[in-house]
Nanobody, 125 residues
Framework: QVQLVESGGGLVQAGGSLRLSCAAS????????MGWFRQAPGKEREFVAA????????YYADAVKGRFSIYRDNVQNTVYLQMNSLNAEDTAVYYC??????????????????WGQGTQVTVSS
């Protein structure tokens, strides 16, 4: 059974940085892609970033391009989201997700098969 466990969330001041981790287990993810989504109170879940596990190619939402970086560690089976220059609009619960058998990442949440429990990121202004 695929399991995704996020960590690294917390409270940070505007302009600060956080690194989220998503530890994946339960299968070999070489033909899959991984994504990060977020959901703020009263808003729909939105795409943040995704990565192809096979070639590491990243994809970003316009709102985070240039500030966030997604990368993976094949040995540790972990995907990271480095978040810099955080602002209050980045406050949300961040979710890691896996799209099984999808080599090229999707920006649509319904394309993802497994989800982590989420980790809270709060940016104080």
């Amino acid at each position: 059974q695929v399991q995704l466990v996020e960590s690294g969330g917390g409270l940070v001041q505007a302009g600060g940085s956080l690194r989220l981790s998503c530890a994946a287990s339960g299968r070999t993810f070489s033909t899959d892609s991984m994504g990060w989504f977020r959901q703020a109170p009263g808003k729909e879940r939105e795409f943040v970033a995704a990565i192809s596990w096979s070639d590491g190619r990243p994809y970003y939402a316009d709102a985070v391009k240039g500030r966030f970086s997604i990368y993976r560690d094949n040995v540790q089976n972990t995907v990271y989201l480095q978040m810099n220059s955080l602002n209050a609009e980045d406050t949300a619960v961040y979710y890691c997700a896996a799209a099984i058998g999808r080599l090229w990442p999707s920006t649509w949440s319904f394309d993802y098969d497994y989800w982590g429990q989420g980790t809270q990121v709060t940016v104080s202004s």
